[in-house]
């Protein structure tokens, strides 16, 4: 049996390391990504008061920041439904695991959204666009399958 560093980022003696794998290293990365935007939102909304009065326009760039870093694995993964539903889920995940986290100093986050809400609700519109590719996927190359036979004669 290989030897094995006690640190080692492999699962199993023989297994590649763990962010190896692209679809969950991007998960990791959008995860950061938005808990980043997510840190400094709340940070910038209860600790900055001179920003009270662009309010509506920090809002409304902090969502839009969210939403365009939690495009990134639909964009990347479209054609690829397995690694769009693996990415996905595990930037949802962290970001859901630091939105509780940041609901214990700040309760306000509580009334508003517990941390299974804030999973559920990125979470099932990830499952739907991954399912929706997968069944693209499925359309497209029962087509291309259909099409290539439809130029050859039946003999």
């Known amino acids: 049996m290989p030897f094995v560093p006690p640190l080692s980022t492999r699962l199993l003696p023989n297994s590649k390391p763990l962010l190896q794998d692209v ?8 995860g950061l990504g938005l808990s980043l ?24 760039a902090a969502a839009i920041l969210l939403a365009i870093v939690a495009l ?3 964009v990347r993964f479209l054609w690829l439904p397995a690694k769009l539903w693996i990415s996905s889920l595990v930037g949802w995940t962290i970001f859901s695991v630091i939105y509780a986290l940041l609901s214990l100093p700040f309760s306000g986050l509580r009334e508003h959204f517990g941390a299974f809400q804030i999973f559920i609700l990125g979470a099932v519109p990830y499952m739907i666009v991954a399912t929706i590719a997968w069944l693209g996927k499925i359309v497209w190359r ?8 439809r130029h050859h004669p039946v003999s």
Not at 23 to 30: E, K, N
Not at 142 to 149: I, L, M, N, Q, R
């Open 142 to 149: 029962t087509w291309s399958e259909d099409s290539a036979h």
């Open 37 to 60: 935007i997510l840190v400094l939102w709340i940070f910038l909304a209860n600790r900055v008061p001179s920003l009270d009065k662009f309010a509506l326009a920090r809002n409304l």
């Open 72 to 74: 990134i694995p639909i």
């Open 23 to 30: 679809a969950l290293r991007s998960g990791v990365y959008v």
